[in-house]
């Protein structure tokens, strides 16, 4: 296990900043994911943090110590890829002992390193088996086995479910999850898969255009969101401008209260989960009327006209609304992030 720390990190490619000035830390057996869009810098950072790339500029620290003019093989951190890139003419045991015999390990204490290793990822009885003789999921933990081999400080993963079927990508999540709680290894993983960084991490740092913008734990990136951007990150929202006084938000839709204090100009955020709709009409809720409706299984989602105004609702599919019903809703204002207008 290892602290890493990353320090005003810089990187250009042909004239485009890649990333810039990257700052984070990622504790010792944390589980720690790089999330954003494609192209925001994620896999730069990554390989970075391998020895892979060369920052223009900054620092990276494993435990307080730079390791920058480090070499990568030395480096302790070991990458699986989304394509895994076992070596295809190898079988399973000897792609898992690649790493040691290329570091001098003994045959007896590498057979046995790799009979440990089999054992942790459950592949027992497929060591003679070549990968393409094995399946997707039977690959990726041969893969993160060659990975463990070597004993790293630091266990990176770019995208590495991205390639399998939803039940299995689920399937996979668990036992990489389990197993890096068992390990206690500081783990880094890059994905654009939100729903994937908030059940796996510890801790996430959201990256747009080659800058992180925040970092927290799932809870907070979801709930506490620091701006627009990263709000939209998560899915459609509702803004609806205002302005607070003595705790009271004053908008197009009436005035409630909120319980913030200070009084100023700002923009409500409030998620459509939040936004709620019944056919009865109950005195303090907005009257307003269905003007589109997705049915999606176990959620519908709805826009509704309400004081010139669009709200998006997300709700679950009992009691179903249909277009052109008229409703009542009920807007959660206490659950809403006030953002200043100015933003």
């Avoid at 701006?227 to 409630?256: H, L």
Wanted: aromatic share 10%; hydrophobic share 40%; net charge neutral.
């Amino acid at each position: 296990m290892s602290t890493i720390e990353l320090l005003n990190i810089c990187k250009s490619f042909a004239g485009k900043d890649v990333l810039k000035n990257i700052n984070l830390r990622i504790e010792q057996g944390q589980f720690f994911s790089l999330l954003g869009p494609s192209g925001c810098g994620k896999t730069t950072t990554l390989k970075i943090i391998a020895g892979l790339i060369k920052p223009d500029s900054g620092d990276i620290l494993f435990d307080g110590c730079s390791v920058l003019n480090i070499k990568t093989e030395k480096r302790g951190a070991t990458i699986v890829f989304q394509d895994y890139l076992l070596f295809p003419h190898m079988t399973v045991e000897e792609n898992i002992g690649f790493g040691l015999k290329m570091t001098g390990v003994g045959k007896k204490i590498r057979h046995e390193k790799v009979k440990e290793l089999m054992e942790l990822v459950q592949l027992n009885g497929y060591e003679k088996k070549y990968p393409s003789e094995i399946s997707g999921g039977q690959r990726q933990r041969a893969a993160l086995a060659r990975a463990l081999a070597i004993n790293p400080r630091v266990l990176l993963l770019d995208e590495p479910f991205s390639s399998l079927d939803e039940r299995l990508r689920d399937n996979m999540r668990e036992f990489v999850l389990d197993l890096q709680r068992r390990l206690k290894i500081t783990t880094i993983l890059v994905t654009h898969d939100k729903e994937e960084a908030l059940m796996l991490s510890d801790k996430i740092a959201l990256m747009f255009d080659g800058k992180i913008i925040q970092i927290g734990t799932p809870n907070e990136l979801y709930n506490m969101p620091v701006s627009r951007e990263a709000a939209d990150f998560w899915g459609d929202n509702n803004y609806i401008e205002g302005k607070v006084e003595k705790g009271v938000f004053k908008c197009c839709f009436g005035d409630f209260n909120v319980g913030f204090e200070k009084d100023s100009d700002v923009v409500a955020m409030i998620r459509p989960e939040f936004v709620y709709l019944n056919l009865n009409y109950l005195d303090g809720q907005i009257k307003g009327k269905i003007l589109k409706k997705k049915y999606a299984g176990d959620k519908v989602y709805y826009e509704v006209l309400a004081s010139n105004n669009i709200l998006k609702s997300t709700t679950i599919s009992t009691n179903l609304l249909e277009v052109g019903d008229e409703v009542g809703i009920f807007v959660d204002f206490k659950r809403a992030i006030y953002y200043l207008q100015k933003q």
